[in-house]
T-cell receptor
Framework: KQEVTQIPAALSVPEGENLVLNCSFT??????LQWFRQDPGKGLTSLLL?????REQTSGRLNASLDKSSGRSTLYIAASQPGDSATYLC??????????FGKGTKLSVKP | EPEVTQTPSHQVTQMGQEVILRCVPI?????FYWYRQILGQKVEFLVS????????KSEIFDDQFSVERPDGSNFTLKIRSTKLEDSAMYFC??????????FGSGTQLSVL
């Protein structure tokens, strides 16, 4: 059964810092790996999706990597801004789109 | 930009009552989902729906739950007899052709 773990649970950084969020999963037979952003009381916004055959995806200041053999994914945020403050969720996906989520990393970027 | 819409945003009900949560997925998406998030816990998969039938469901999705696509636009989750532990934020999602999931803003269900 797939388990997804995210560390750290919370992170506070000053504005402008580059940072890395970590995600690990137990079953390497994932179909894809997705990163989401969740703002308080809101839904989830998809940030990046990495297919199982890919190693990384980039969108603007965000870069996500996937290493299936080690069961790890990282989300790299460059030049962080206060608007990046949110909870970031990692999810391992099956072929039908059923996602197994981690508990998230709550990021706070201080101006 | 197209989005998944959910109604109501908040629902309060008495234990044992039936509730129906409503969703309008993005129009050209083919896969639809319900997830839930109990306060302070992980987002959990409930059910996926494709081609007018359930394609996968989790252990949480027991006989008290059902889903339906009553017309060409709506997708509903029914909880037949609510329990206190059903209190959660319920999210609907749909999937595009690139397999990216788009989530609605959720329905906060409170069972008293």
């Amino acid at each position: 059964k797939q388990e997804v773990t995210q560390i750290p649970a919370a992170l506070s950084v000053p504005e402008g810092e580059n940072l890395v969020l970590n995600c690990s999963f137990t079953d390497s037979a994932i179909y894809n790996l997705q990163w989401f952003r969740q703002d308080p009381g809101k839904g989830l916004t998809s940030l990046l999706l990495i297919q199982s055959s890919q190693r990384e995806q980039t969108s603007g200041r965000l870069n996500a990597s996937l290493d299936k053999s080690s069961g790890r994914s990282t989300l790299y945020i460059a030049a962080s801004q206060p608007g990046d403050s949110a909870t970031y969720l990692c999810a391992g996906g099956g072929s039908q789109g059923n996602l197994i989520f981690g508990k998230g990393t709550k990021l706070s970027v201080k101006p | 930009e197209p989005e998944v819409t959910q109604t109501p945003s908040h629902q309060v009900t008495q234990m044992g009552q039936e509730v129906i949560l409503r969703c309008v997925p993005i129009s050209n998406h083919l896969y639809f989902y319900w997830y839930r998030q109990i306060l302070g816990q992980k987002v959990e998969f409930l059910v996926s729906f494709y081609n007018n039938e359930i394609s996968e469901k989790s252990e949480i999705f027991d006989d008290q739950f059902s889903v339906e696509r009553p017309d060409g636009s709506n997708f509903t989750l029914k909880i037949r007899s609510t329990k206190l532990e059903d209190s959660a934020m319920y999210f609907c999602a749909s999937r595009d052709s690139n397999e990216k999931l788009f989530f609605g803003s959720g329905t906060q269900l409170s069972v008293l």
